[in-house]
């Protein structure tokens, strides 16, 4: 048979089944039956290589599900996070959250500064200059001035790359400036699936020309770790992580203890305070998760 769009279901008894995760997502690789009509029955789900999911939320109410893992794309090789560095104002605390599920999903994540035009590279660089410090790769760009775009359409070529921005920083721009009507195709995803509550939105790969698909992802705002215990998040911090054996006490959270190795860093200047409130409010978060729990 030659390659084509086929839309094929879940058989009721996969349906049936409690799953702890997903059954079926975004990037999944699928054996399927071809049926009379020519629609399919999907009959078979491979072994996931990587996820981005988060905690699933509830569809009754606005709460999470802490035994039930969504996943929003299958087997993507890395996310790219895109952030405006002025209107809108960024965020640093929900990228802080971003990073921690990327690391927790072993996923290599990538930062996209845009809108650099409107504050110049070295006030963008001030603002983040923090992530490139602890490692992570971070494309300053300008969809306006395609200042960047070289450097993102070459890290996207190739790959299956899971992309998560606020409305408003400019994605879509920047995605056009990659591939003409990318953006526009992406956007047009967006708004047919994200009604409702998140819940009931989905991913799209969408083809790349020069080789890969770019994943949006409408919803991706509500991120919550899956599966994770408050006293793990301090792996999914990357400068914390190598501390961690230096604390006085292996069961350190690094918020009062004597002998904290974690604390002195952020005292001396090599853990930026703004990252440890966010680890300290992730932190929180989960434990309340678990308090709610049991």
Request: aromatic share 6%.
């Amino acid at each position: 048979m030659g390659q084509g769009e086929i839309v094929a279901q879940l058989p009721g008894r996969l349906k049936k089944a409690w799953q702890k995760s997903s059954l079926v997502a975004v990037g999944d690789r699928v054996s399927i039956s071809i049926n009379k009509d020519g629609t399919g029955t999907i009959e078979s789900v491979a072994e996931r290589r990587t996820v981005l999911s988060r905690t699933r939320a509830s569809a009754e109410a606005r709460h999470l599900l802490k035994d039930q893992e969504q996943v929003l794309v299958a087997n993507p090789d890395q996310v790219v996070f895109v952030f405006a560095v002025k209107r809108p104002h960024p965020s640093l605390r929900k990228l802080d959250r971003f990073l921690a599920v990327a690391e927790m999903n072993k996923l290599p994540a990538i930062i996209c500064v845009n809108k650099i035009d409107l504050t110049g590279l070295e006030k963008a660089r001030e603002k983040f200059g923090i992530y490139d410090e602890i490692g992570y790769r971070v494309i300053y760009a300008s969809a306006k001035e395609e200042t960047g775009v070289a450097e993102l359409r070459d890290c996207l070529q190739g790959k299956l790359s899971v992309l998560a921005g606020s409305s408003g920083v400019g994605k879509s721009s920047l995605l056009n400036a990659v591939q003409a009507n990318l953006g526009l195709k992406v956007r047009e995803v967006s708004k047919a699936t994200g009604k409702g509550l998140h819940t009931t939105r989905y991913a799209e790969m969408i083809p790349l020309e020069m080789g890969g698909y770019v994943a949006d992802t409408p919803g991706i705002r509500g991120l919550a770790l899956f599966d994770v215990e408050p006293g793990e998040l301090d792996a999914y911090f990357r400068e914390m992580a190598p501390l961690v054996a230096d604390c006085q006490f292996s069961d350190c959270s690094h918020q009062h203890e004597p002998g904290c190795a974690v604390r002195a860093a952020v005292a001396d200047g090599r853990i930026s305070p703004a990252r440890y409130d966010s680890y300290l409010r992730l932190r929180e978060e989960h434990e309340m998760l678990d308090r709610a729990a049991y």
